[in-house]
């Protein structure tokens, strides 16, 4: 049986689909049952930093998508039950983890990772570039202004559809030992930059949609003025600020060498979500913005 953490995310949500439509055997860990995925798949009710739950929800897994917020606390308590519970593999989201980064979700990702390698347990790491789902917390502001603020400059981003990284895990999960100790990067097809996301939007919108470019500094106070604590605001405005120096501007062909199939492009992605921009959304419907 697999088991998927953060199933009420962008990636895990979609992974716990995935697997339902495969008919592989599924259990989801929430903390809320009502905000599981809608699959046919069994509920576990739990919390990180309640190793009872994480060990009851553990219970007969042989194989974790570990998705999270990249609290090191959390995961490791995580991968920490499972072994305690016989799990044999690990598939773990993550991104350009480091442990100098500047940027502290990838120093958390980094101490992560190194607890996983010492675990003794089986793992996949899926390194993600920027998830093209967070576009979708600047809708309310191209809603209201027809722009948006970012402290990107030009910089391109290999941007990828959380859709595909959960595509990628239930691959890998499907037969882990094939993947055992591999770390795969991965992007969308082609690198952009935040003017041809403004430029795709414009065309999907049938007005002009501006990118409206701010230093780091200025961004981070506009996030906290419009709710985004204060933590994870400036982690963002660091992350912004490397892609702006090119820190994101890899992309890799190994979304495809696993799946057999094509990344989506970023037409696609908003194709498939034009209605976050055009009717009303709660802040709940769209998630924190948070960077890779």
């Known amino acids: 049986m697999i088991l998927v953490t953060g199933a009420s995310g962008k990636v895990g949500s979609e992974a716990a689909r995935l697997l339902d439509a495969q008919r592989q055997p599924t259990r989801v860990l929430v903390r809320d049952a009502s905000r599981a995925p809608h699959a046919d ?45 016989g799990v044999r593999h690990i598939v773990k989201i993550t991104s350009k983890a480091s442990a100098d980064s500047p940027v502290e979700r990838r120093r958390g990702q980094a101490q992560i990772e190194v ?60 037969e882990p030992t094939a993947h055992a100790g591999r770390a795969y990067w991965l992007t969308g097809p082609e690198l952009i930059t935040y003017n041809d996301v403004a430029k795709e939007l414009s065309g999907a919108l049938g007005y002009t949609v ?21 933590t994870v605001a400036t982690s963002n405005a660091q992350a912004f600020g490397l892609i702006a120096e090119g820190d994101a501007a890899w992309l890799s062909d190994e979304f495809a060498a696993v799946t057999g199939t094509t990344p989506r492009s970023l037409r696609t992605f908003i194709a498939d979500h034009i209605a976050a921009f055009t009717e009303r959304l709660t802040p709940a419907s769209i998630g924190p913005l948070r960077t890779r």
């Open 41 to 85: 798949v069994e509920i576990a009710t739990g919390d990180f930093e309640r190793p009872d739950t994480l060990d009851a929800a553990m219970r007969g897994i042989e194989t974790v998508i570990l998705v999270s917020p990249a609290v090191p606390a959390q995961e490791i308590a995580v991968i920490a039950s499972a072994v305690r519970q």
């Open 115 to 174: 607890y996983l390698e010492t675990s003794g347990l089986s793992y996949t790491l899926l390194r993600a570039n920027a998830y093209m789902q967070n576009l979708l917390a600047l809708a309310p502001t191209i809603k209201q202004s027809r722009g948006f603020l970012m402290s990107a400059g030009d910089g391109q981003v290999g941007m990828i559809d959380a859709r595909d990284v959960a595509a990628t895990a239930a691959k890998v999960v499907a």
């Open 210 to 230: 501006e990118y409206r470019q701010t230093t780091p500094t200025e961004h981070l106070s506009a996030m906290v003025r419009a709710g985004v604590p204060e």
